[in-house]
């Protein structure tokens, strides 16, 4: 975990070196989760992906701690059967941006099953019409089981498609120590980064709605998307835990910081580049 002062001095380099400016940040120093910055998701069992957490707003898993914010996900049985509940929160209408560095530097949770998420979201879902169609950006998804690699991706398009690139550690895991995850969003391209280590490049997608041409590209990538962070437990691409799984610290995702850079302003006059054959 960084100090305040190392922060400050970290994040006086981070606008040195670029042509980025610090537009929002939370660097959790509180001793509860600022609501004027975020906002509790609910969501049941199974909402998507076959998950089997509840999203909920209990203090046990979504709280403040040494500065951080921390998304527990927790193994209780209920008549009978086991369930989950996890933590999701988002600054959807209250931190929204078009463009820009996103930026959190973070420990995730360790043990099969769990899927910790990093990513962002339309604000307005139907403008190009519901997901895949709306775009989606992930900055950072880590299987527990897996904890060499995390996985930036984008989805979009109608049939649903995705492009993804991975970063691997040369020693250590994700859930060891902190990392810092981060893509430069732009008119025309995403740019994936693991400890300002650049891995993947996106500058081909498609949006459009049945019955309807193409749109201009960038779309859907050229609206307001919002922040979220979340711990899910099971589902299609995680698989399920064990029945004999611990919840305990290693559930856990402690997030030291969340900022947001910009540029003054952005070309948007841009072009699809042609795929290569």
């Known amino acids: 975990m960084l100090g305040k002062k190392e922060k400050e001095m970290e994040k006086k380099e981070r606008i040195t070196e670029s042509e980025y400016r610090l537009v929002w940040e939370d660097d959790f120093d509180g001793t ?17 992906n076959n998950e089997l957490q509840e999203y909920v707003d209990s203090k046990e898993n979504i709280f403040v701690k040494d500065s ?22 988002n600054t959807q209408n209250k931190h929204d941006f078009k463009y820009g560095r996103f930026e959190a530097r973070l420990k995730v949770p360790s043990g099969k099953g769990f899927l910790p998420a990093f990513w ?18 992930d ?10 690699t995390n996985y930036g991706t984008i989805h979009y398009g109608e049939p649903h498609e995705q492009n993804q690139g991975s970063y691997t550690l040369a020693e250590g895991d994700f859930s060891g120590e902190y990392h810092v995850y981060a893509c430069e969003w732009e008119p025309g391209e995403i740019r994936y980064y693991v400890d300002g280590k650049k891995y993947h490049t996106v500058n081909n997608w498609f949006t459009k709605k049945e019955g309807e041409s193409e749109k201009e590209y960038p779309a859907p990538f050229n609206q307001l998307f919002y922040i979220i962070l979340n711990v899910a437990v099971g589902g299609n691409w995680p698989g399920n835990p064990e029945p004999d799984a611990v919840f305990a610290e290693n559930a856990e995702m402690w997030i030291d910081y969340v ?11 841009v072009t699809k580049r042609v795929k290569e054959a």
Not at 68 to 89: D, F, P, Q, W
Not at 120 to 137: A, H, N, S
Not at 259 to 269: F, G
Request: aromatic share 12%; glycine share 8%; charged share 35%.
């Open 139 to 148: 900055i950072m998804e880590v299987l527990g089981d897996q904890l060499e």
């Open 259 to 269: 900022r947001v850079y910009q540029k003054d302003s952005y070309d948007e006059n």
């Open 120 to 137: 962002m979201m339309p604000t307005e879902e139907e403008f190009y019409g519901q997901w895949p169609k709306c775009g989606e950006i």
């Open 68 to 89: 951080n914010l921390i998304l527990k996900a927790i193994k209780r049985e209920k008549e009978g059967k086991v369930c989950y509940t996890s933590g999701r929160v």
């Open 32 to 48: 509860e989760l600022n609501m004027d910055d975020w906002n509790y998701e609910y969501h049941e069992p199974g909402w998507v």
